[in-house]
C-alpha cells in the first residue's frame, strides 16, 4: 500500500530534550516536506526536499533540522525543543514539488 | 509572498444541499492548486488537484474550479452528506521554483442529517 509513515503519532516531552520524529515514504517520490498545523494559523511549511541531499527551508524553519541521506526518509530534528514547538507535525511526499502531495498521519507534539 | 484565503471559515448545512467553498490567493503565477480534507485529529487526504492550464477538474460529487485571473477556486460539493462533514484546505505552490506551498487555513463543514 502506497503511505507516509510517521513515527512516534504521539509525544510528551520536556524542554531542551533533543527528539527526532521519522518520515518515511514508500512511493519513490522525490519530493518530501514537512509541516506544522496550529489553530488560527493552518498549516506552514517547514522543511522541504526536491531530492537526497538537497533540502531547503520553509517559512517556519527556526528550532528544527532535516536530513535526506535516502530517498524514502526524511526525519524532522528539534535540538532543542521548547513549548512554543508544541503543535500537530505532517509530513507529506509527492513525486515531484508540484505533483499531489500525500501526507502522512500526523505527530502529536507536546513540550512542557 | 503567496498569501491564501479560504472563505468562509466555517459553514453548516443541511443534508442534500449543494455547496461551494472558496479559495483566494495572491499570487495568480500559480502551477497548480490542489483541495485537501482534513477530519479531526486526522491527516490530509488529497480531493483534487487542478492545473493551471485547466479551469475544472470533477471527482464524483466533487468539481473543483480554477480562475487564475481573478485569483481563486472554488469547491463545488454536490448533494452533501453528513460524511462530507471535516475541513477542506486548498494549497498551493509558490510561484519563483515551486518548492514551497502554502496553504489556507481552511472551511470547516458540517453537514446536519
Known amino acids: 500500500e502506497a503511505q507516509v509513515t510517521q513515527n512516534p503519532r504521539y509525544l510528551i516531552t520536556v524542554t531542551g530534550k533533543k527528539l527526532t520524529v521519522t518520515c518515511s515514504q514508500n512511493?519513490?517520490?522525490?519530493?518530501m516536506s514537512w509541516y506544522r498545523q496550529d489553530p488560527g494559523l493552518g498549516l506552514r511549511q517547514i522543511y522541504y526536499?526536491?531530492?537526497?541531499?538537497?533540502?531547503d527551508k520553509g517559512d517556519v524553519p527556526e528550532g528544527y533540522k532535516v536530513s535526506r541521506k535516502e530517498k524514502r526518509n526524511f526525519p524532522l530534528i528539534l535540538e532543542s525543543p521548547s513549548p512554543n514547538q508544541t503543535s500537530l507535525y505532517f509530513c507529506?511526499?509527492?513525486?515531484?514539488?508540484?505533483?499531489?502531495?500525500?501526507f502522512g498521519p500526523g505527530t502529536r507534539l507536546t513540550v512542557t | 509572498k503567496q498569501e491564501v484565503t479560504q472563505i468562509p471559515a466555517a459553514l453548516s448545512v443541511p443534508e442534500g444541499e449543494n455547496l461551494v467553498l472558496n479559495c483566494s490567493f495572491t499570487?495568480?503565477?500559480?502551477?497548480?492548486l490542489q483541495w485537501f480534507r482534513q477530519d479531526p485529529g486526522k491527516g490530509l487526504t488529497s480531493l483534487l488537484l487542478?492545473?493551471?492550464?485547466?479551469r475544472e477538474q470533477t471527482s464524483g460529487r466533487l468539481n473543483a474550479s480554477l480562475d487564475k485571473s481573478s485569483g481563486r477556486s472554488t469547491l463545488y460539493i454536490a448533494a452533501s452528506q453528513p460524511g462530507d462533514s471535516a475541513t477542506y484546505l486548498c494549497?498551493?505552490?509558490?510561484?519563483?521554483?515551486?518548492?514551497?506551498?502554502?496553504f489556507g487555513i481552511g472551511t470547516k463543514l458540517q453537514v446536519i442529517p
Open positions: 507529506a511526499s509527492s513525486l515531484y514539488s508540484t505533483y499531489e502531495q500525500y
Open positions: 494549497a498551493v505552490p509558490n510561484s519563483g521554483g515551486y518548492q514551497k506551498v502554502t
Open positions: 487542478i492545473q493551471s492550464s485547466q
Open positions: 512511493m519513490n517520490h522525490e519530493y
Open positions: 526536499s526536491m531530492n537526497v541531499e538537497v533540502t
Open positions: 499570487d495568480s503565477a500559480i502551477y497548480n
